[in-house]
Structures are given as structure tokens and as C-alpha cells.
């Protein structure tokens, strides 16, 4: 059997975040200038501004988007996983959020888009 090259099921997102799914729509985010896709790593400093997120959906339908670290704090040892970073609303707790049981809640479904990264730490002479 061939191992998996799409990032989402490398980088465990598909499995330990969100199960199997289609993408229905496209989605682009950038932090700053950088395009962000599945698997790149960038630097904390160029994430510590909101992105740009667009979303090619349908004028008609609702969407959710959710930003978490399914490995918080590291992926050594992820005992906060996951953190979520942002939602449209604030969540309640950020810890141990799990993205799975929220959709299940609200009956949202499977994803219709997804883009992870990494982040890694920099040396303080190179954030901004």
C-alpha cells in the first residue's frame, strides 16, 4: 500500500482533527504576504497577526471557520490539544478544544475546506 502524500493525512489533521472529506469550496489564507498551504511552515512573528482568509463559497450558504492547534503546546507533548485560536465567536475555553465534538454539536457536518501549518520557534533576533 502506498503511503498517503496529501498533507492534511501526513500532518494528522484528517484523523486526529477532522475526519475524511471532499473539499466543496476553495480557500486561501495569508499571514501578511505568505500564502499559506497545507503542511508549510512559517514563522510565529508572520502569525502573530490575524490572517487573510477567503473563502470561494456560495453566496447563499453559511460557514464556520475554525483556527486550533491540535497539538498544543508542542507536539512532543500536545496536553492542551486542542487549542483553539479563533472561531467567528469566542469560545468558551481554548484548551483542550476538540473540533470533531463542536461540528457534532452543531451539526455543521465535514469540512468544506481546510489549510494547516506549522510554526516553529525563531531566535529573538528574528521576530519582528
Not at 496529501?6 to 500532518?11: H, I, K, N
Not at 470561494?56 to 492547534?69: A, F, K
Request: aromatic share 8%; with cysteine; proline share 9%.
Amino acid at each position: 500500500m502506498a503511503a498517503s502524500v496529501d498533507p492534511l493525512v501526513v500532518g494528522r489533521v484528517i484523523g486526529d482533527v477532522v475526519d475524511m472529506f471532499v473539499p466543496r469550496v476553495s480557500m486561501s489564507v495569508y499571514f501578511a504576504s505568505k500564502h499559506v498551504t497545507n503542511g508549510c511552515e512559517i514563522k510565529p512573528s508572520i502569525a502573530s497577526e490575524p490572517p487573510k482568509v477567503n473563502i470561494s463559497g456560495h453566496s447563499d450558504e453559511l460557514y464556520t471557520l475554525v483556527m486550533t492547534d491540535p497539538d498544543a503546546p508542542s507536539p512532543s507533548e500536545p496536553s492542551m490539544r486542542e487549542w483553539v485560536h479563533w472561531l467567528i465567536e469566542q469560545p468558551f475555553s481554548r484548551a483542550r478544544f476538540n473540533t470533531r465534538a463542536f461540528a457534532n454539536q452543531l451539526d455543521l457536518g465535514l469540512p468544506v475546506a481546510t489549510v494547516y501549518f506549522n510554526a516553529q520557534k525563531e531566535p529573538a533576533s528574528k521576530r519582528r
